[in-house]
């Protein structure tokens, strides 16, 4: 579980990056799920746009895609939504106590 200075830490650098992997018609398949997994667990940190052909609401697909990859969700907007899950071999991005 994330505390409020480590999500704040995280959607700051969040605001630097661009999404990585699209939600399209297809919705969570899985091997939208598996690609996510594997980009969480090279980057860490993965924000994910929703295609306007997808119908769900981004408030709704990130707590179900963060369940399915076992990662938290740092911030939704709009159609957009971040991701985080500290990588299990080489972790890369060092959180706040």
Do not use: C, H
Request: proline share 4%; charged share 25%; no cysteine.
């Amino acid at each position: 579980m994330l505390t409020g200075a480590q999500k704040r830490y995280l959607r700051s650098m969040s605001n630097r990056i661009k999404a990585a992997i699209q939600v399209g018609k297809e919705g969570l398949s899985g091997g939208f799920i598996g690609q996510l997994d594997r980009m969480l667990e090279d980057k860490e940190l993965v924000k994910v746009s929703l295609l306007q052909s997808f119908p769900a609401k981004a408030k709704q697909t990130a707590p179900e895609a963060a369940e399915l990859t076992g990662s938290e969700v740092v911030q939704v907007i709009g159609r957009k939504f971040v991701l985080y899950r500290k990588a299990k071999e080489n972790p890369v991005i060092v959180l706040p106590e």
